[in-house]
């Protein structure tokens, strides 16, 4: 009998090496991914339910600063039914990234592009986000109903809040959580910068990624629990959503590892609460209506 309860991974990759290079994997550590991934490795992955669910529907987010990309990612998600949104990119600094978006979202999949993100991490700009051209773009993001998926590490946390604070009308995702810094063990000023950024309520966040800040080898449920307990403070489950990172989180331990992990953080919450992070939240940012939420639950 089948459990009818979505469960949505708001954060996965894919990629073809054969097809687009993915230049960051030939950093050191990356070894052991440094191969294709689709979204038939993604389903023989994630064979691990949460909390009785299992994976109903993904939102698949952009590697590289690619156009092409981009258009491959909302194709993939037009003819695979467990793709529910696509975040994708464009040049947040051209003039013209209206007209991209334009003709993104009336190309082939168009429907799925939710949102758009930039890798503001590599940026060594401490006001990227903040650059004027940057702002234009992503008022134009928020008129054409996308949101904006946020990537910085902690110490960036700071443009973050200025983004939040000067774009109330946009709706922002904090991807990886700000990417703590777990395994130094010492969050004070990530703690300090997502209460401020969770201040503003157009703002939700990924439990994504966390496996990967800390020990890749040793870490515990217990190294994740000062995170979670602060997000969880700050956002509240209604504004928290699971991702897994895959296949960057095969660095850490997996899909299944980490779903292990957060069924155990859950413990103690509501089923709403539960229900919230596996799916609503997620479902309502990118807008996994059921014209997107193709796959129903799998049975096995």
Known sequence: MCDARPLVDAHHHVWDLGVRPQPWLDEPGH???????????LRAAATRPITGRRLT?????QCVASVPETRDLLVLADGDPLVGAVVGWADLTSPAV???LDDLRSGPGGRYLRAVRHVVQGESDPHWLQRPQVEWALRALGERGLGYDVLVRSHQLPQAIRLAQRLPELPLVLDHAGKPPLAAQDLTDWS????????????????????????????????IRPAWDVLLRAFGPDRLMFGSDWPVADLAGGWNRWAAA???????????EIHAVLAGTATDFYRLTPDTT?????CS
């Open 98 to 100: 209206g007209d991209v």
């Open 294 to 298: 193709k796959e129903t639950t799998p």
């Open 262 to 272: 957060v069924e155990e953080l859950l413990d103690g919450c509501s089923g709403a």
């Open 192 to 223: 300090r910068s997502v209460r401020a950024l969770a201040g503003h309520p157009q703002v939700r966040c990924k439990v994504s990624g966390l496996i990967t800040e800390a020990d890749h080898d040793r870490w515990t449920v217990d190294d």
């Open 57 to 61: 529907s993904t939102v698949v987010v």
């Open 31 to 41: 070894e052991p991914i440094r191969r294709t991934f689709g979204t038939a490795d």
